[in-house]
């Protein structure tokens, strides 16, 4: 089997449609990432899938995560990786993160799939504002809200399609999932949260939408993908058709 592509800074890519899903976040982060050398904390960082790359590239990573499953694994992802030192897991929330994690200490804080299952976004938000410095940066990844109605309608769900469409925020379709977020939605609450959002990606815009066998089995289909999202990933008209949002934003001085 042929090694993993590499990339930019010498870490391994994901293979298929996993980098088609990440690629558009990797290539804002790795912008961010290689400008310094950064205390960083991965918020809901889970095994750390995002964590452990950024150790690769030299950063001190810190992951806060409720789940003892998830630290074990983001341990033994570090050893296999050989960043065990530049790793740290610590069992905790969103809630108790100024509880472990000193106000202004952190340069850049990744908060990915985590804010669509707090109760209070705002009141989240604004607690990371106080973990970083005056500056930093916040990579925040979010569920987009008018993809979830196009993914029941493709899947056959036409009803609850519907259902979302008009009750986005309430219902039993609403509840059974994490919330979501439009474009103008989430940068609105970093301003009210003290942050200056100064980019949004649209994030798996195709690869959701596509049989694996058109992605996995094609020679060259993968990388081709890859390319699709990147050419849209920051064109605002995409950013309805995208199943997340990237945004990067600063926190205000
Ligand atoms: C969808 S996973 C995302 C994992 C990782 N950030 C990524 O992008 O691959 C959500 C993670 O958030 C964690 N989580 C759930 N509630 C949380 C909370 N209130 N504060 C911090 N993390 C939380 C879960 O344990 C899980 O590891």
Redesign the pocket.
């Given at each position: 089997m042929p090694p993993p592509d590499p990339q930019p800074g010498g870490h391994r890519s994901p293979q298929g449609r996993t980098a088609a899903r990440n690629s558009v976040v990797w290539d804002a982060l790795l912008e961010v990432l290689r400008e310094t050398t950064a205390a960083v904390l991965?918020?809901?960082?889970?095994?750390?899938?995002?964590?452990v790359r950024v150790a690769e590239l030299g950063h001190q990573v810190t992951v806060?995560?409720?789940?003892p499953d998830?630290l074990a694994a983001l341990a033994r992802r570090a050893e296999e990786s050989g960043v065990r030192d530049l790793v740290t897991g610590q069992q905790?929330?969103?809630?108790s993160?100024l509880d472990l994690v000193a106000e202004g200490s952190t340069d850049i804080v990744?908060?990915?799939?985590?804010l669509g299952?707090?109760d209070d976004p705002a009141a989240?938000l604004t607690t990371i504002a106080r973990a970083l410095r005056p500056g930093g940066t916040l990579s925040l990844?979010v569920g987009q809200r008018h993809a979830a109605v196009v993914a029941r309608a493709m899947s056959g769900h036409f009803v609850s399609a519907k259902e979302l469409l008009e009750h986005p925020d309430e219902g039993a379709e609403a509840a059974a999932s994490?919330r979501r977020f439009t474009a103008d939605q989430i940068v609105a609450v970093l301003d009210e949260s003290g942050f200056d959002t100064t980019a949004v990606h649209a994030v798996r815009v195709f690869a959701d939408l596509l049989p694996g066998s058109l992605v996995d089995l094609e020679p060259g289909a993968s990388q081709a993908l890859v390319e699709l999202e990147r050419a849209v990933a920051e064109r605002p008209e995409y950013l309805t058709l995208a199943t997340q949002l990237h945004v990067l934003a600063a926190r205000r001085s």
């Open positions: 991965d918020i809901g960082g889970g095994t750390g899938g995002f964590a806060i995560d409720p789940s998830a905790g929330d969103l809630a993160l990744l908060c990915h799939g985590v299952v707090v989240a990844l994490p």
